[in-house]
């Protein structure tokens, strides 16, 4: 692409911008910076929240706004302000206690603006918590406030986070939606909430109407992100569900730099 000032790429970041040890590549760094002194933008989608991405904002020096909590906010870092953001609904809560008393080893935690709560630990939300190099605080889930809940995470194993999907689809709880972030992961959110929601709102805010955009996803919260996009690509490790949705099928994978990748090939194309 010649011109590339209308061009912004929005990435994932577990699986696909980050490599398996949660780091940036110096290769994705360094086309990342070739990509916007070129003209080019660049931003993330992701679940982390406000605290936890905040590292990684400073690194990338973005000076976009950043989808954040898998779709529920656009959050402006430079200016401190929230653009955009919706919330579960208050039956979030006794759907999250009916969840935690019908399905075994489930930690789990609440996700607000102001930080990250945790109503029922074990190794996997333990495993999260570390990832996302943040200090929780520790709640008791009947007590919280059902107030401005942005999203719910459920963690456990694999095949314990099976039980949890099979319950939640028996019970067809219909004033919120879930998705599957990770293996181990399992997250509830606002009915309306998702990436490709969150990307759509993005393309309405101001200056941003005549842009074309490029996702990259590796996982199910990416799918509609990628849908929604004018290009969508994935990594080479993507999941099968998610390659069936993309534009374009990437050789590299999360640990071969697949961003950069796909910025060398915006740049040539």
């Not at 990509?35 to 931003?43: D, E, I, S, V």
């Not at 929240?49 to 954040?68: C, G, H, N, R």
């Not at 199910?220 to 998610?242: L, R, T, Y």
Request: proline share 3%; glycine share 4%; hydrophobic share 40%.
């Amino acid at each position: 692409m010649k011109d590339l000032s209308k061009v912004i790429i929005i990435s994932d970041m577990d699986g696909t911008l980050l490599n398996s040890e949660k780091e940036i590549s110096k290769e994705n760094l360094d086309a990342i910076d070739k990509f916007r002194n070129m003209g080019g933008h660049f931003t993330v989608a992701t679940g982390r929240t406000i605290q936890s991405f905040e590292q990684y904002a400073k690194l990338l020096k973005l000076d976009m706004p950043v989808i954040l909590y898998n779709g529920a906010m656009i959050y402006d870092y430079a200016e401190d302000k929230i653009l955009y953001s919706v919330y579960l609904p208050e039956e979030a809560k006794d759907i999250s206690i009916e969840i935690m008393e019908n399905v075994e080893n489930i930690g789990g935690e609440i996700l607000k603006k102001e930080g990250t709560y945790i109503f029922e630990n074990n190794e996997y939300e333990q495993l999260h918590t570390d990832l996302c190099r943040i200090t929780p605080e520790f709640c008791c889930l009947e007590n919280m406030s059902s107030e401005k809940w942005l999203k719910v995470l459920f963690a456990s194993s694999p095949e314990n986070l099976e039980k949890l999907v099979d319950f939640i689809d028996k019970k067809g709880y219909n004033k919120v939606s879930f998705v599957k972030s990770s293996e181990i992961f399992y997250e509830m959110l606002e009915p309306s909430s998702n990436k490709g929601t969150a990307l759509d709102i993005y393309r309405k805010l101001d200056g941003m109407q005549d842009f074309k955009f490029i996702s990259i996803g590796d996982y199910d919260n990416d799918i509609e992100m990628i849908q929604m996009a004018d290009f969508g690509a994935v990594p080479s490790n993507a999941q099968p569900e998610v390659k069936k949705t993309a534009d374009i099928l990437l050789k590299s994978s999360c640990d071969k730099n697949a961003v950069a990748e796909l910025i060398n090939m915006l740049i040539n194309y």
